[in-house]
C-alpha cells in the first residue's frame, strides 16, 4: 500500500472548517503527508441566467455585484480563519510553484 503523500482539503469557509482543517492535521501528521488547502468560491456568473427570469439587466448587475462583495468577504474570512489555524499549530505554510505568491 503506498503511503499517502499529499492532501487535498478544500476549504469554503462552513462553520466546520476548523474541525476540517485539524482532522486534516492529524492525518497529515500520522501519515507524514503535505496538506494542500484550496479556497473553494463560488462563481459570482451564475447569476447572470437570472436575467431571462425577468429580471432587468440592472438588477442582475447588483446582484452580481452583491455576490462578489459577500464572496470578498468570505475568502477574507476564510484566509483569517487558515492564518490563525497555521500560527496557532506552528503548521509551516508553503506557496504551491507557479502562484503570485512566489513574487
Do not use: C, Y
Amino acid at each position: 500500500m503506498n503511503p499517502i503523500r499529499k492532501i487535498l482539503m478544500p476549504l469554503a469557509g462552513a462553520p466546520t472548517a476548523e474541525a476540517a482543517l485539524g482532522t486534516a492535521l492529524l492525518v497529515g501528521t500520522r501519515f507524514e503527508a503535505h496538506l494542500e488547502v484550496v479556497h473553494v468560491r463560488a462563481d459570482n456568473r451564475e447569476v447572470a441566467p437570472l436575467a431571462g427570469e425577468g429580471l432587468s439587466g440592472a438588477m442582475v448587475e447588483e446582484m452580481m455585484t452583491a455576490a462578489e462583495t459577500e464572496a470578498r468577504s468570505r475568502s477574507a474570512a476564510v484566509r483569517a480563519l487558515f492564518d490563525r489555524f497555521t500560527t496557532q499549530h506552528k503548521v509551516p505554510v508553503v506557496a504551491p510553484r507557479g502562484t503570485m505568491d512566489e513574487a
